[in-house]
């Protein structure tokens, strides 16, 4: 069975999306649905889906590591809400995990939703890191119950969290893309920024990672990274209109 993990933080709007098309999913699963203190009806939205509810601490690896630890599937799946989930996709990763047996994990491939330039650069992009074996938790990373316990688990960090764990599912063994069919997100955390400024941010997120910076202090910047988009895009709405 594959238990489903879905971290969230007022993810009313994605979430039902999300949880319905799971719900459709022939393949045996749980969905647990772990709220890092939501002030719209997430919860509400993930009771009436028939989601397990969880709460733990603000943070994504707070969570993940929650929902992992309640889990009962041998195999386990991260999503994040704003994801749209390909029919047919948890028995893709049992058919793939059956077909591999040396195989610890892996991901989807990953499509950024929107017909634009902007999009586009960023479905290349991240299919150009993970030719390189980087990928994150907007991929859908999937994992055996039993190699998620032995590498330690989803460490409950304030970010990079899903590089930190990706990396030592990496070391554990070669892990597997689904290319067809792939998983699609939302572009909206990078609507009104430049590739250029994305791709500063995300080295220097990564170089300050790899330098030691307490998981917190990374949180603040990335916050900071955060905010400044939430600007950017709040200013090209007033100009469009």
Known sequence: MISVVIPTLNEAARLPRLLGRLAAEPAPHEVIVVDGAS?????FAA???EARVLRAG??????????ADAATGDILLFLHADSRFPAGGLARIEGTLARHPDCPGGNFRLVFDGDTPFSRWLTGFYAWIRAHGLYYGDSG????????????GMRPIAVMEDYDFTRRLERRGRTCTIEEPPLVTSSRRFEGRRPFAIVLGWLEIHA?????????LLARRYEAQRRRARKSRSLLREADG
């Not at 990373?141 to 330690?152: K, Q």
């Not at 300050?208 to 917190?216: A, D, E, I, R, S």
């Open 208 to 216: 300050l990672y790899h330098l030691g910076v307490p998981p917190g």
């Open 141 to 152: 990373v999937f994992v055996r119950r039993r190699i998620y316990d032995e590498i330690g």
């Open 47 to 49: 009771h009436a889906a």
């Open 58 to 67: 603000p943070g994504r690896g707070q969570q993940l590591a929650a929902g």
């Open 39 to 43: 002030d719209d009806a997430t919860v």
